[in-house]
């Protein structure tokens, strides 16, 4: 039986299978500032933050493929304009992280757009 070597990235709600070259995340809750905002709070977006954040993770311990667990959005069953524009926006950054929007590959986000749009 074959025990994989399993880490925790300190602070972050990722796992990464050092065997396998696989990070897990979990809980990306994008909008949840929507949320926040109703409870009195006015913080500004955080994709742009967390994009960054995993771009560093990602460059630290370069997988070779990435999961993504539930919450990846935070509203369910709906969904509010600043999760549909920040989900959109973090798959497309995650697509291509150092290409322009305008030299992406059409097809690629054509793939991800229907994708993100069946998820929110």
């Known amino acids: 039986m074959n025990i994989l070597k399993i880490q925790p990235i300190q602070n972050e709600p990722i796992l990464f299978i050092e065997d396998k070259k696989i990070l897990v995340i979990a809980d990306l809750h994008i909008g949840i500032e929507t949320e926040l905002r ?54 497309e950054s995650s697509l291509s992280p150092k290409a322009s929007s305008s030299s992406r590959t059409l097809s690629s986000t054509s793939f991800l757009m229907s994708l993100v749009f069946l998820l929110i």
Request: aromatic fraction near 8%.
């Open 38 to 91: 109703e409870h009195g709070l006015n913080p500004l977006s955080q994709t742009e933050k967390m994009l960054k954040r995993l771009s560093s993770i990602c460059k630290k311990y370069k997988p070779e493929e990435i999961i993504l667990l539930g919450d990846i959005k935070h509203n369910i069953p709906s969904s509010t304009f600043q999760e549909r524009r920040d989900v959109i926006s973090f798959f």
